[in-house]
């Protein structure tokens, strides 16, 4: 028991620990939509768009979570401006901007002076920095988000199965996708420093998917997908600690791991 | 003596995607609990017609009234039956939710089910024959199944209105009766139904009204009305075969013109 019980000793762990279970819920709990209204492409470009946002807070010593939570909002309703006429195809605007964004919010960093250590931190996340301060915001935050999705949870689930249903109901669908949208950069913004830009995607779709292979129905997807979440972030925050790996990388090599044990098992069943 | 209004009037309608246009011209009224049979060759805008009556369309011109007013006015009281290959057979919901999404519109948006929902549903599900698989996820059913999964739950949405795209296509004959059946009860209750079909025969015999289309209204009245020689050729053109006997013969494998977007 004691190599459990060794890494808390550390302050620094502790926050850790506990900031990664709350993003691995997060994410997990929202991937369920981004898995069934196939928005993987959305999550992964709202992540990278989220950079110059950083990079502007960065400048002007702001709150990094501040500056990527505004530029994740302006690059999310930027997509339904662009797209809704239909002049431009989605994903080809989440594409154009997506590219725009990351290439804005680099261009800022290398800027910087420091940006070797911050970029990384940033692209990969840096979990043991994690401050008391930080981890009220994360906290905070995905409290509201899953409240909203708690709150929400019917017309979501309308709006994605079934549109032409939402539409005989009255639902207002442009209202809903913007929420969503808003919803899920909040959730990329939120895990910013656990896994960071590069790997958020994969937080938000892995989980998920691996959920869906099994559940068959939406809120045991939400719990089994939040379950894995949860256990992805411990096991590979032990596995960063013992193997001296990038936190990031661990957490999301776990959550593939029982993807692949998912799909296995499907196979197998089915056979 | 007092005017009624009508439950569905359609006046000077123009309905597309966009700037394309795909129904122009549509004037029509459907009195209360009326069965229409809405018909016309493939790509003749009968899908889209519904679209736009479900609100899911916006006009390009003209209005939609039920009961004498706009569009929208009226929360729930349309109910739709989408064709098969509209729906996401693979998302995580079993026959249960899929018949409580019917009673969404009226419980409300926020708060759980009640115990009347609960027991509207029950019943919808057991009109259907399919109270034993209400814990099924929809997609492990058969395809006769599913659809009857959608009419419990325009059942359990109790409308006025209900609007069906081609029940009658791909399906076997116990879901074609179990379909038929409804489509009698519903009329005992005054509901008011459009169905689109491709089955001439059905729509001759079985409905008191028959819509015609063909990017516009080619005729609509008694099903002896409309299907008059000249009716069908000018909406079906050369996919109308004339026998010897004088019996009309729709060909309608090719659609004549390229299709209707979805």
């Keep these: 028991m004691n190599w459990l019980l060794e890494p808390l000793t550390y302050e620094f762990m502790q926050r850790g620990l506990l900031a990664s279970v709350i993003v691995g819920v997060l994410c997990a709990v929202m991937g369920t939509y981004v898995v069934l209204r196939g928005m993987a492409f959305l999550g992964d470009a709202m992540a990278h768009a989220i950079l110059p946002g950083v990079a502007v807070a960065y400048l002007f010593g702001g709150n990094l979570l501040l500056g990527a939570g505004v530029a994740a909002v302006i690059v999310a309703l930027s997509i339904g401006f662009f797209s809704r006429q239909g002049d431009v195809k989605e994903d080809t605007a989440i594409g154009i901007l997506f590219a725009a964004a990351l290439a804005l919010g680099i261009a800022l960093i290398s800027a910087m002076q420091t940006y070797a250590v911050d970029l990384s931190h940033i692209l990969f996340g840096n979990v043991l920095g994690v401050s008391a301060a930080d981890l009220w915001l994360i906290g905070g935050l995905s409290a509201l988000i899953l409240l909203t999705v708690a709150i929400f949870y019917k017309p979501f689930l309308v709006a994605s199965f079934d549109p032409i249903l939402a539409a005989t109901l009255r639902l207002p669908a442009e209202l809903l996708r913007n929420l969503m949208l808003i919803l899920l950069a909040l959730t990329v913004v939120v895990s910013l420093q656990t896994v960071g830009v590069s790997l958020v995607a994969a937080m938000l779709v892995t989980p998920a998917a691996t959920a869906y292979l099994v559940a068959r129905r939406l809120f045991p997807m939400m719990l089994i997908s939040a379950a894995l979440g949860a256990l992805s972030s411990i096991i590979g925050l032990y596995l960063s600690y013992y193997l001296n790996i990038v936190s990031g990388s661990a957490i999301v090599l776990t959550a593939t791991g029982f993807f692949l044990l998912g799909f296995l098992w499907k196979r197998a069943k089915s056979l | ?262």
């Design chain 2, 1 to 262: 003596m007092p005017h009624t209004p009508h439950r569905l009037e359609v006046r000077n309608a123009r309905i597309g995607y966009g700037s394309k246009t795909i129904l122009t011209d549509l004037n029509f009224q459907i009195p209360h609990g009326a069965r229409v049979a809405v018909v016309g060759p493939n790509g003749a805008g009968k899908s889209t017609l519904f679209k736009a009556l479900v609100g899911l369309l916006p006009l390009q011109a003209g209005q939609i009234l039920i009961h004498g007013e706009a569009l929208g006015a009226h929360q729930d009281c349309v109910a739709y039956i989408p064709q098969r290959e509209a729906v996401d057979w693979r998302f995580p919901v079993t026959v249960q939710d899929v018949v409580m999404m019917g009673r969404y519109g009226q419980s409300g948006w926020l708060s759980r089910p009640s115990k009347q929902d609960r027991e509207i549903v029950a019943r919808s599900l057991q009109q259907m024959e399919l109270t034993n698989l209400a814990a099924q996820p929809i997609g492990q059913l058969s395809g006769g199944q599913q659809q009857r999964v959608f009419l419990a739950r325009a059942i359990a949405q109790q409308p006025h209105i209900l609007l069906m795209d081609e029940p009658f296509t791909g399906v076997d004959v116990t879901t074609q009766t179990a379909t038929l059946n409804l489509l009698d009860q519903l009329h005992d209750r005054q509901v008011t139904m459009l169905i689109s079909t491709h089955d001439l025969n059905l729509a001759a015999s079985r409905f008191d009204l028959v819509l015609l289309l063909n990017h516009r209204l080619i005729a609509y009245g008694t099903p002896k009305q409309v299907f008059a020689r000249e009716h069908l050729l000018q909406a079906f053109g050369r996919s109308l075969l004339v026998m010897e006997d004088g019996a009309l013969l729709v060909d309608d494998c090719c659609p004549p013109d390229a299709g209707e977007a979805q």
